[in-house]
């Protein structure tokens, strides 16, 4: 009785491989087709550059015409050198360099507030995600309320407040306010809870390290991306903020150029059609405007590197 006679699974596999990649060999390989651009895809880009880059194409034009070119002149068109000299120095000498104080203002109220809200988000994001205490899910909750709410809501009883203690009217009553900053509370709440490993702090704390001294040696220097991201974001919420100054500040020396530009503006004939001797044309209030935006642009750029880490930290979660 013949006896059937069975091949190794190993040997199938090996047989069935080689089989198949001798077919592949011979056939012959088919062109990769690239696929054609989608132009949906092509247009929606094209319309959000459009919306996005021509205002500020316009406004850079604008601050280089006269009035009546940038009236009756092609829209994205340069002015003249002569017209921005004269632009500048007519802004320049607004009610003495106001613009210079207001700039200065400005800086002054949003780095000081920017140097408390550091050194009071961090740690208490810190100890929102590391620690556990009684009350830590009810102050997280109400973080998280507090940062929903819009900032107008809050310009009654934080005046409220001030006038209480008797600060309206001085710088701190700008600052104060400006350094409450829930969004930075949660944002490094969010980065040490994902991103910190629980396993480096342990291991800090068994060499002697004291909670404080593991979080200024170890998840201080770990965390200068998100600190970065916490910085750029509270410094353009305080350099934008007309309401709150305006509301609290009454004397138009200590004005930011936020509460400036309104200012400016009321004083524009064809805006405000009782201007008295304090005229200002439309294409300073352009410049006035360029000037403003600055300083935002440059701290952008000078910190995009550590704004992209720190919002891709704590994306994943080893």
């Known amino acids: ?39 949906l895809r092509a247009l929606v880009l094209t319309a959000f550059l459009l919306f996005f880059v021509l205002p500020v194409l316009w406004l850079l034009l604008a601050a280089t015409k006269t009035d009546d070119q940038l009236v009756h002149g092609d829209p994205l068109s340069f002015g003249s050198w002569s017209a921005l000299r004269h632009n500048w120095d007519a802004l320049t ?38 620690t556990e205490f009684r009350g830590r899910r009810t102050l997280l909750a109400a973080t998280l309320v507090v940062m929903l709410m819009p900032n107008a809501t809050l310009v009654v009883p934080l005046f409220l407040e001030i006038n209480a203690v008797h600060l309206v009217g001085s710088m701190w009553s700008v600052i104060l306010p400006y350094s409450f900053y829930p969004f930075g509370v949660y944002l490094t709440y969010i980065y040490f809870s994902t991103a910190m490993p629980r396993e480096l702090l342990a291991a800090a704390k068994l060499d002697g390290c004291s909670e404080f001294g593991a979080f200024r040696r170890i998840a201080l220097p770990l965390a200068a991306p998100v600190v970065a991201l916490v910085g750029f974001f509270s410094f353009v919420a305080n350099w934008t903020n007309y309401f709150l100054p305006y509301v609290l500040l009454p004397d138009s020396d200590q004005f930011p150029v936020q509460v400036g530009l309104g200012t400016l503006l009321n004083n524009v004939p064809q805006f405000n059609p009782t201007v008295g001797s304090l005229e200002v044309q439309r294409p300073e209030l352009a410049l006035a405007t360029l000037l403003a935006i600055t300083p935002v642009l440059l701290v952008f750029l000078f910190s995009q590197r550590f704004l992209v880490a720190g919002m891709l930290a704590g994306a994943t979660k080893e």
């Not at 006896?3 to 990769?32: I, K, L, W, Y």
């Not at 360099?97 to 949003?110: E, G, V």
């Not at 507030?113 to 988000?121: D, E, F, N, R, W």
């Open 1 to 39: 009785m013949p006896t059937e006679t069975r091949r190794p699974a190993a040997a199938v596999t090996a047989g069935t491989a080689a089989g198949s990649a001798a077919r592949r060999v011979g056939r012959p390989g088919r062109p990769h087709r690239r696929r054609p651009p989608n132009p």
């Open 93 to 130: 000498s607004y009610q003495g360099d106001a613009i210079f104080r207001w700039l200065r203002n400005s800086a002054l109220y949003s780095f000081l507030a920017l140097a408390i809200t550091l050194c009071v988000t961090i740690p208490a994001g810190y100890a929102l995600a590391m």
